[in-house]
C-alpha cells in the first residue's frame, strides 16, 4: 500500500510503499476513496501542542510513533474483513469514525470512548487515511452515507462532528440569546452552518480574515465582526438584549487573543466552548468566574452516537452543504503549506491514486 507519512516531526510527509495489511479478528480493510484534510493534522506533523509559556506537550510522549500516517476524515470501500468482523461486508461504502478509545476499559464500554485514557484514533495514534488503504479496528466505526459524495461526506467525521458537538453544549440557550462563532475556517464554518439545525438562537462570527467573514455570512451567520477591531466587543453587545452580551461563544481557534474575545462578548451565567488547539495560555482575572457566574469548557471531536445523528441530520438536507475543493493525495504537503498559510476556504480534501 502507499502512504504519505511523517518520517521525521515539522519535515513534509514522504512516500512510502509498505504490503498491504489483512485484517485479523474485528478489523475490517478499507480502501480509501477520499481524506479531509484537517488544521490539526498541522499539529501532528509539528509534533507537539503549545501549551505557553515555552511548554510543549509532545505526542511522542502521548505514544505516537514514527513513521505516522495522518488522515483522520476518512471516506472508502470495505475490501476485506477479519473472521470477526460481523456486519461489516466487501463492498460497503462507508465513512470511518476515527475518534476510537481502547474499547475495552470502563469508559469505552459505557460508551465515553472520548474520555478513554487510552486513545488508538486513526491518524492521530493508529496509521489514518493519507493513503490507498486504511485498516478500522471494528465494523462499529463504519457508518453509512448514503446520499451524499463521498468527499462531502468524509468531513463530518471531523470538522462536522467537531462543530456539531461544539454547537450541542450550547442546545439549551434560548431563541433570544446569541452565540458567538470565533474562527470561521473550516470547523466554523461548518458550525454555522449546522447552527441552525442545533440551536435555537442565532449565531454572529468573529473572524480577523474579510474573505472568512464574508463566507459565514452567505452562510447564515446573523452578523460578522473583526476580532482585531478594538471596539469589536462593544459592537457585538450592541446586538444582544440590553447589551448584556453573548449566552454562549465557541471558540474554534483556541488562542489567547480569541479566548479573551470570547470570554468579553459572554453575558452574566454565559458560556465559552473551547474547541481550537492553536495553542498558548491565557492569563484570565480570576474573580471575573464567580462575578459574572461564567463556564468554560473543551469540546473535543465528537462521539460515535454524534457522528451517527449527525450523519441523520445532513441526509434529511437540513444542513447546506460546505464547499469542498479535491486535490490529488501527491498535493498532500502543498495543501498542508496553504492550511498554515490560513488560505482555505471551506475545506479540501485529498484522493489517492490520482
Ligand atoms: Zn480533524
Ligand atoms: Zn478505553
Redesign the pocket.
Known amino acids: 500500500m502507499h502512504s504519505m507519512q511523517i518520517v521525521e516531526w515539522g519535515k513534509p510527509l514522504e512516500p512510502r510503499e509498505r504490503p498491504t495489511p489483512k485484517p485479523q479478528g474485528t478489523e475490517v480493510l478499507v480502501r480509501v476513496e477520499a481524506c479531509g484534510v484537517c488544521h490539526s493534522d498541522l499539529h501532528l506533523q509539528e509534533g507537539y501542542f503549545d501549551l505557553g509559556g515555552g511548554n510543549k506537550l509532545e505526542l511522542e510522549k502521548l505514544g505516537l510513533k514514527l513513521p505516522h500516517t495522518l488522515g483522520h476524515e476518512i471516506v472508502g470501500e470495505v475490501v476485506a474483513v477479519g473472521p470477526e468482523a460481523a456486519g461489516a461486508r466487501i463492498g460497503d461504502k462507508r465513512v470511518v469514525h476515527p475518534w476510537i478509545?481502547?474499547?475495552?476499559?470502563e469508559?469505552?464500554r459505557r460508551g465515553d470512548?472520548l474520555l478513554?485514557?487510552?486513545?488508538r484514533s486513526l491518524g492521530a495514534r493508529r496509521d489514518g487515511g493519507y493513503a490507498d488503504h486504511v485498516l478500522v479496528p471494528h465494523p462499529r466505526y463504519l457508518i453509512d452515507y448514503d446520499g451524499l459524495s463521498p468527499e462531502l461526506a468524509c468531513i463530518y467525521t471531523c470538522s462536522g462532528v467537531t462543530a456539531y458537538s461544539a454547537l450541542k453544549k450550547l442546545a439549551q440557550l434560548p431563541e433570544r440569546d446569541i452565540v458567538v462563532i470565533i474562527g470561521a475556517g473550516g470547523v466554523g464554518l461548518n458550525a454555522v452552518m449546522l447552527s441552525r439545525a442545533v440551536l435555537k438562537c442565532k449565531v454572529v462570527v468573529a473572524d480577523i480574515d474579510a474573505n472568512k467573514r464574508e463566507a459565514a455570512v452567505k452562510a447564515g451567520a446573523a452578523a460578522a465582526f473583526d476580532n482585531s477591531d478594538p471596539e469589536a466587543v462593544q459592537k457585538l453587545r450592541a446586538m444582544t438584549a440590553a447589551g448584556a452580551g453573548a449566552g454562549g461563544a465557541i471558540d474554534f481557534v483556541g488562542a489567547p487573543q480569541s479566548a479573551k474575545f470570547g470570554l468579553d462578548a459572554l453575558r452574566k451565567g454565559g458560556t465559552l466552548v473551547i474547541v481550537g488547539l492553536y495553542g498558548g495560555m491565557a492569563p484570565i482575572p480570576l474573580p471575573l468566574f464567580p462575578q459574572r457566574v461564567l463556564t468554560v469548557r473543551g469540546s473535543y471531536v465528537g462521539g460515535l452516537d454524534d457522528i451517527r445523528e449527525l450523519m441523520a441530520l445532513v441526509k434529511s438536507g437540513k444542513v447546506p452543504p460546505i464547499p469542498v475543493k479535491t486535490r490529488p493525495l501527491g498535493e498532500i504537503n502543498q495543501v498542508l503549506d496553504e492550511l498554515r498559510a490560513g488560505r482555505v476556504l471551506g475545506r479540501i480534501v485529498v484522493k489517492p491514486g490520482s
Open positions: 478509545g481502547c474499547g475495552s476499559c469508559t469505552c470512548e478513554c485514557t487510552s486513545m
